[in-house]
């Protein structure tokens, strides 16, 4: 792969749009901690520490991790000369993809965490629930949103079968309490979703620098990545009709990045094998 050094109009606006969303996936590092911190108030009574650190913070661990590893990506397969990419900076590229990964399977320990402590569950009955508003009680809004209990909110909730989640001043009703179940239960699926994919993405790149990407195995890929985007792309509706905005738009931004990626791979493969085709030709 060569580094571009003039583009034509198209690829400059191409470019630019490209670069637009990497940023906005920067962006929503910020939405996330905001949003993690408002919850772990609630869910982490005794304070977050380093040993729930991840637990607490798992989107914004989460995502910071894959800007990071969005960036790499985009510098192996559409920045760095292909003879660049060996020695010194393959070793400092590799290490820092390594942290990557360390805190991407941690976020997803994260998310296992987070879907059993949501699990774990209290019956408390049809008890008063603005009594429990004057002990400093918060509701289940939905997954990650524990607003405190206010007297319009109590008395939404009052005459209603009522759930705690164990270990917090977090209350909400079986329909609330199995909505923050499902959604947790797809930030799971989500994230081992995207590991399968980064996987198959790190085994193509690896092929390819090492000359061994076929047009076949590039194709097999393909049609088993397309599945994995058809449960992620399924995943971000889902949390478009029943979850937060910021999920439904964080995916959908996920989605639109990496297909930049699949681009990069794909046009990096294709001048490979033409510059292997002039090659021969000179040669012959």
């Known amino acids: ?14 470019r630019a749009f490209k670069y637009t969303v990497y940023c906005l996936l920067a962006l929503n590092v910020w939405l996330f901690f905001l949003d993690d911190y408002a919850a772990s108030k ?8 380093w040993s729930n650190l991840v637990e607490a913070f798992s989107a914004t661990v ?11 990506f985009e510098l192996e397969t559409a920045v760095i000369p292909d003879e660049k990419l060996r020695g010194r900076l393959k070793w400092v590229l590799t290490a820092i993809r390594g942290v990557c990964y360390v805190f991407i399977v941690y976020a997803f320990y994260g998310y296992v965490s987070k879907y059993f402590v949501i699990t774990d569950l209290v019956e408390l009955g049809r008890v008063n629930a603005c009594l429990l508003a004057e002990q400093g009680y918060a509701w289940v809004a939905t997954l990650d ?19 705690q989640i164990a270990g917090t001043r977090i ?21 081992g979703d995207w590991l399968i994919v980064v996987a198959l993405l790190e085994a193509e790149v690896w092929l390819q620098l090492k000359g061994l990407l076929s047009d076949r195995l590039l194709a097999v890929n ?6 994995l985007y058809a449960v992620l792309f399924a995943c971000a509706i889902y949390w478009g009709i029943d979850g937060d905005f910021l999920d439904f738009w964080d995916a959908f931004l ?6 930049f990626i699949e681009m990069n791979i794909f046009e990096w493969h294709e ?14």
């Open 1 to 14: 792969m060569n580094a571009l050094t003039k583009l034509a109009p198209g690829h400059v606006w191409f």
């Open 42 to 49: 609630e869910v982490f009574v005794d304070g977050v520490t």
């Open 62 to 72: 989460d995502t910071l991790a894959w800007v990071i590893l969005l960036l790499l």
């Open 145 to 163: 949103e524990y607003p405190r209990l206010t007297a319009e909110s109590c008395a939404a909730l009052q005459g209603q079968p009522l759930l």
């Open 171 to 191: 209350v909400g009703t079986p329909e609330q309490l199995g909505l923050a179940k499902s959604l947790a239960l797809t930030d799971i699926i989500n994230a």
């Open 222 to 227: 393909k049609w088993i990545k397309g599945f």
């Open 254 to 259: 996920w989605l639109v990045a990496f297909i």
């Open 271 to 284: 001048e490979t094998e033409q510059e292997e085709a002039a090659e021969g030709a000179a040669h012959a």
